[in-house]
């Protein structure tokens, strides 16, 4: 069996729950409540220190850098995050491999924000795309093609329901998995794979050299594509942690009208901590725009859809009875959600 995960991820997050057993005891002589935070690029934390909305917190926020969900899960797991950035599949597919099933009172994680961009198709955030010299035209010729992936996040769920719909399994191809979305967008972009399932953004340039094509959106395949920060219930049960949250995305709200009134500055910053050309930055201003999503009814519906769709597929082991149980609501007044229906009313 291929190796799961590479010497460079299990270093990154050694190093991680290192830093964290050294810096314990930081919490308690600082007198101050430390949010220990990740996200999967630089990019969004810069953003925010520029919008300004957390200056004056009584509350210090540590930004880390993982790459990948399967990295994001690993520090949560590990206590070495309170917050993980990964896909709004995420903890549907967590469950499904879980040896034990998940309730309200042994869930060890929860989705605790979510958010994405409207829905011009210009911006799909999440794609299943073939190299233009595979002759792939229908999902049915999916069927013994190479296939880059990540583990974990909605770009492996991504890839799970296009199987699907193309009536295959993983037998009847030639998976390729990685570590994170960027490495497989890197295999795609050189040739090394036929398709690839993952962010839209990360291939932009196969695309507009015509090089690529997109097959199939997160509109084909049924996923929300949120963007999701992810909690451990050890950070959640934590009072002052849970406090100082409220008032993070509290302060988050306000975050969305900056990027939207200062588009020149975002794309800058965009730019400059992606380390991309224009046309990327501009494509990845507009992916990355958006709102905080409410938990509500309609949303969870659709998150169980995936995971029943995933199931009756075969591609999943086990359906959740309820994927809802991985979403927690508690912090969506304070960050201004809007319902799902709202949202995809944008359509």
């Known amino acids: 069996m291929k190796k799961l995960f590479g010497k460079r991820f299990v270093v990154a997050v050694v190093a991680l729950l290192a830093l964290t057993m050294v810096g314990a005891c930081a919490d308690n002589g600082s007198g101050r409540v430390r949010l220990r935070i990740s996200y999967q690029d630089t990019a969004f934390p810069a953003l925010i220190q520029a919008s300004g909305v957390l200056s004056g917190t009584k509350y210090d926020v540590e930004w880390s850098n993982l790459t990948g969900p399967a990295a994001n899960l690993q520090a949560l797991y590990g206590g070495a995050i309170d917050l993980g950035h990964m896909g709004d599949t995420s903890l549907t597919i967590e469950?499904?491999?879980?040896?034990?099933?998940?309730?309200?009172?042994?869930?060890?994680?929860?989705?605790?924000?979510?958010?994405?961009?409207?829905?011009?198709?210009?911006?799909?955030?999440?794609?299943?795309?073939?190299?233009?010299?595979a002759g792939i035209d229908t999902p049915a010729q999916l069927r013994g093609h190479s296939w880059a992936y990540n583990f974990g996040g909605y770009n492996h769920a991504q890839y799970l329901a296009s199987l699907v719909k193309a009536?295959?399994?993983?037998?009847?191809?030639?998976?390729?998995?990685f570590t994170d979305g960027a490495t497989a967008a890197a295999a795609f972009n050189d040739g090394r794979t036929d398709v690839y399932s993952g962010s839209q953004a990360a291939i932009l340039s196969s695309l507009q050299s015509g090089q690529a094509k997109i097959l199939l959106t997160e509109q084909d395949t049924g996923i929300p594509a949120l963007?999701?920060?992810?909690?451990?219930?050890?950070?959640?049960?934590?009072?002052?942690?849970?406090?100082?949250?409220?008032?993070?995305?509290?302060?988050?709200?306000?975050?969305?009208?900056?990027?939207?009134?200062?588009?020149?500055?975002?794309?800058a910053i965009i730019e400059k901590q992606l380390k991309v050309g224009e046309a990327r930055a501009e494509f990845e201003y507009h992916v990355r725009s958006g709102s905080f999503w409410n938990f509500d009814a309609n949303l969870i519906a659709q998150e169980q859809q995936v995971a029943v769709t995933l199931h009756a597929g075969g591609v999943i082991p086990k359906l959740p009875d309820d994927v809802g149980i991985g979403f927690d609501p508690r912090y969506n007044q304070a960050q201004k959600a809007i319902g799902s229906l709202a949202a995809e009313a944008q359509k």
């Open 95 to 133: 469950q499904a491999n879980s040896k034990t099933t998940w309730t309200k009172q042994n869930a060890p994680l929860a989705i605790v924000a979510g958010w994405r961009n409207n829905y011009d198709p210009r911006y799909a955030p999440l794609v299943t795309a073939v190299r233009t010299s």
């Open 167 to 177: 009536g295959t399994s993983p037998g009847d191809i030639q998976p390729k998995q």
């Open 227 to 267: 963007g999701v920060w992810t909690a451990s219930r050890k950070a959640l049960a934590d009072k002052t942690k849970d406090g100082a949250l409220q008032d993070f995305f509290g302060r988050l709200s306000g975050f969305w009208s900056w990027y939207d009134a200062h588009p020149d500055a975002a794309k």
